[in-house]
């Protein structure tokens, strides 16, 4: 009979003769002569280092490529900002109304902004056990502000809207009514709203990536209790011609994150693929110089693309 490399003999089936197969000395584990081979079972989701530890098996270029390759940018965001209705009332009467038309430019003119971040306060606790210093958790605290950078259109329509917002919060008037002085009197005082009066739960700052028609991925922030805290100052001068900005900051009480506009999105145009009633061979809307040949489904907001 031939030998295997090991000078083990192997019978006619090209096996291990069982005179040397000593793994069970009974021999009552081995697998009959033409049994079949059993399937192999998937392994469950667990990382390869069994010890818990970091995985330091080599990796495949392959897997880098899908797993760093594909970024989230800053440029692809868009922000919200609704008033209540009241504010809205102040602003038309201040010849500068809260339209969609106005609205829109708010949205699209927002140059920079700040998604925002949260901390836990602790409390040191050193006594519960000898030689050992721990932190528990007693409350969440939200940043204090969110800064809003605008471009400043011709008409200065972003500066009047806060600014007439903030004068609406303080009850600013410029003529003599209800036995007030207006503001240019000498003796004018302040009368502060309410606070349900001027703020809203609609200012949003909503992230996306540039495939967010095709796969409705995104984050969307909603700020509770926000209105305008200051508008910074903005220097002019007789130097080279810049855009003029206004960064407006916000107060709010905290923020959320709507898990579930991902999934409807995505759900959304899953249907609208089943029906026919979106095209997903057309590219969205910015990478084609001809918009107006692209038939848009109805009821579908299109975000701006930046610096695409």
């Given amino acids: 009979m031939p030998a295997d490399i090991r000078d083990r003999d ?18 009552s584990d081995r697998r009959p002569a033409g049994s079949p081979v059993p399937a192999r079972q998937d392994t469950a989701d667990t990382p390869r280092n069994s010890s818990g530890g970091p995985d330091k098996r080599v990796r495949k270029l392959s897997e880098i490529k899908s ?70 958790v007693y409350r969440r605290a939200y940043d204090q502000v969110a800064s809003f950078t605008f471009m400043v259109d011709h008409d200065y329509t972003i500066i009047k809207i806060f600014e007439n917002w903030m004068s609406y919060i303080v009850g600013e008037q410029f003529t003599s009514s209800g ?55 903005m220097p002019i001068s007789y130097a080279e011609s810049q855009l003029l900005k206004c960064t ?17 999105r995505q759900e959304t145009r899953g249907a609208q693929t089943q029906t026919g009633a979106l095209d997903l061979t057309r590219p969205y809307r910015g990478t084609r110089s001809n918009d107006t040949e692209i038939n848009f489904p109805t009821n579908t907001i299109i975000p701006p693309v930046i610096n695409a």
């Fill in 10 to 27: 192997v019978d006619a089936r090209g096996g291990f003769d069982p005179r040397f197969d000593n793994r069970s000395p009974s021999g």
């Fill in 67 to 136: 797993r760093l390759l594909r970024p989230a940018l800053t440029s692809h965001y868009i922000c919200k900002f609704t008033p209540p209705q009241s504010v809205k009332n102040w602003t038309a009467e201040k010849q500068t109304a809260f339209t969609t038309d106005n609205q829109q430019l708010i949205e699209l003119s927002c140059a920079e902004a700040a998604l925002p971040g949260s901390s836990l306060m602790t409390h040191d606790i050193t006594n519960d056990f000898s030689g050992v210093s721990e932190k528990h």
């Fill in 179 to 233: 036995g007030r002085p207006g503001i240019e009197d000498k003796n004018y005082f302040y009368r502060v709203k309410y606070p349900e009066q001027y703020q809203t739960d609609n200012l949003y700052i909503t992230k996306f990536e540039r495939e967010y028609q095709d796969t409705g991925a995104c984050l969307e922030y909603r700020f509770l209790k926000s209105f305008p805290l200051s508008i910074v100052t």
């Fill in 248 to 264: 407006v900051n916000f107060a709010y009480t905290r923020y959320v994150i709507d898990s579930t506009k991902t999934q409807k």
